[in-house]
């Protein structure tokens, strides 16, 4: 039997996603000129829901789309009542609207679209991963210089995401020109040395993570040493340790770049620290006491 479509919310109404239609002149289509979020929903609420709502109204500002990102929380909460998901992922995208084909704004503003849709996460793909560790391959960074805005503009990471596949492994980790590695197609990274954990700092070349976020004020709390600098591919040898981080991947540890071993070649201890805190972050907040800010 057939899967029901998943309900969307397209500008406020709810409806089935297959039935969403767009014009081909959204500026989305024709430019990528767009900006989406990626939701974790946890026994059906969505996870870390302020903070998504914050870099969304960023990356929007910074663009210059304007809209009033209120009403989406109060949507996503409705979407999520109308079709009650456990554990799943939330898919937000705002464009900046249909008009004649030009590359600069249109002069009349145009009435952003904005799309909202909850989809089922029942066969986590990374559960095993996160037990086993997984494989990366290093990858160009072909990508624009602002990384920090989270546009649909995604073929560089799209590239990279394909050539890790072709080669039997999660992700791909981005390399600069200057031999920098910025982060994973879709996920932040993070190397251990010497019992500190490491990771790029925010700047326009990376996303600025929410789990990444996350991550760093619980290495804090749980008195890891934490530094903000930028690994690189020559010292990739050096490292203890390397893990992933994202909506969907939570915490995953690396264990194989490029089929060379990562450390021992097998899931790290800080890793296994910082995946068993992250747990308990969401378990306490599913109880009703976290708070990512304190
Ligand atoms: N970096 C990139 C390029 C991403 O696309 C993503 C998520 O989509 C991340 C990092 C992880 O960000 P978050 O933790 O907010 O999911």
């Not at 809209?67 to 009650?84: A, G, K, M, N, Y």
């Not at 799943?88 to 705002?94: E, M, S």
């Not at 020559?234 to 991947?249: C, M, N, S």
Request: proline share 7%; charged share 25%; hydrophobic share 40%.
């Amino acid at each position: 039997m057939n899967q029901p479509s998943p309900l969307a919310s397209w500008n406020g109404e709810v409806m089935p996603l297959s039935e969403v239609r767009v014009s081909v002149l959204d500026r989305a289509f024709l430019f990528g000129d767009a900006i989406y979020e990626a939701l974790r929903v946890y026994e059906g609420r969505p996870f870390l829901l302020d903070e998504h709502m914050a870099r969304l109204r960023r990356s929007l500002d910074q663009i210059r789309i304007e809209t009033d990102v209120d009403h989406i929380s109060r949507r996503i909460l409705e979407l999520l009542e109308r079709q009650p998901v456990r554990d799943g992922l939330i898919y937000l995208q705002v464009t900046r609207g249909e008009a004649p084909r030009t590359h600069y704004f249109p002069a009349n503003p145009t009435e952003p679209n904005e799309l909202i849709y909850v989809s089922p996460l029942e066969d986590d793909p990374h559960a095993e991963h996160r037990k086993t560790g997984v494989g990366v391959v290093t990858f160009d960074d072909l990508r624009w210089k602002r990384c920090d805005i989270k546009s649909v503009n995604l073929l560089g990471n799209c590239l990279a995401a394909q050539a890790a596949r072709e080669a039997g492994c999660a992700e791909a980790i981005l390399v600069s020109a200057d031999g920098t590695i910025t982060e994973g197609s879709h996920t932040s990274l993070f190397g251990v040395r010497d019992g500190a954990v490491m990771t790029a700092p925010l700047a326009r070349n990376i996303l600025p993570g929410i789990t990444r976020n996350l991550v760093v004020q619980l290495a804090n709390r749980a008195d890891i040493p934490i530094r903000e600098e930028p690994l690189s591919r020559d010292r990739l040898p050096e490292v203890d340790e390397l893990f992933l981080t994202g909506t969907t991947a939570e915490v995953l540890p690396v264990t194989r770049v490029d089929d060379r071993p990562v450390g021992s070649g097998q899931p790290g201890k800080v890793t296994c620290q910082i995946a068993a805190a992250y747990r308990g972050y969401v378990a306490d907040w599913l109880a009703g006491d976290a708070s990512p800010s304190s």
